[in-house]
């Protein structure tokens, strides 16, 4: 699986947009780019992933740079209960194994 | 969407004990199941990975003795840890392939080892 590196940490406002980057600079054309984010002491949700396209869905969406090194996640409206580490993650998906690197500490800030 | 159910939640055994967790996927069938290991602050570990009707994958550096691993049926996967001790307490998720490529988690079980 293509290494991804996301910043450490960073702190949103409370109901404005947050941006979470990821790169991905030596992922393969088959590999997808999965988001996961994880609240303390409970299992990973799944938020979305993309191929070549940018997604949305009810949780999120996702911009995929046109030479798929990079992504964003957009939280349109980020509430307190989207505090998290967020996962940035390429991989074949389906029943190919998923390996989470050390991820993005989100703090939605009042 | 896709459920994967994980029990127990938590359990608190002793030093040399058996411990068995199980992870189910309720509206689907995973041919698949991948197990993980987190500790306190740290990211997941992936464990093994679980086939159906076959032996399980280890990562390199986890005890295939320790941590047995079967996977009977299309939708349950079971983790047993052998002879527990105070260093296997951590944080264990399984995960499951539902339909296309998404990857559903349980909510994992916290075992604490005395």
């Known amino acids: 699986d293509a290494k991804t590196t996301q910043p450490p940490s960073m702190d949103c406002a409370e109901g404005r947009a947050a941006n979470l980057p990821c790169n991905h600079s030596t992922i393969s054309g088959n590999e997808y780019v999965y988001w996961y984010r994880q609240i303390h002491s409970q299992g990973p949700q799944y938020i979305i992933h993309?191929?070549?396209n940018n997604e949305t869905n009810e949780m999120a969406s996702l911009i995929i740079t046109e030479d798929r090194k990079s992504s964003t996640l957009i939280l349109p409206h980020a509430t307190l209960r989207d505090t998290a580490v967020y996962y940035c993650?390429?991989?074949?998906?389906?029943?190919?194994?998923?390996?989470f690197g050390k991820g993005n500490q989100v703090v939605v800030i009042p | 969407g896709a459920v994967v159910s994980q029990h127990p939640s938590w359990v608190i055994c002793k030093s040399g004990t058996s411990v068995k967790i199980e992870c189910r996927s309720l509206?689907?069938?995973?041919?698949?199941m991948f197990w993980y290991r987190q500790f306190p602050k740290q990211s997941l570990m992936l464990m093994a990975t679980s086939n159906e009707g076959s032996k399980a994958t280890y990562e390199q550096g986890v005890e295939k003795d320790k941590f047995l691993i079967n996977h009977a049926s299309l939708t349950l996967s079971t983790l047993t840890v052998t002879s527990a001790h105070p260093e296997d307490s951590s944080f264990y998720i399984c995960s499951a392939a539902g339909s296309g490529e998404k990857l559903f988690f349980g909510s994992g079980t916290q075992l604490s080892v005395l």
């Open positions: 509206d689907f069938q995973a041919t698949t």
């Open positions: 993309g191929l070549k």
């Open positions: 993650i390429a991989g074949k998906g389906g029943n190919n194994r998923l390996a």
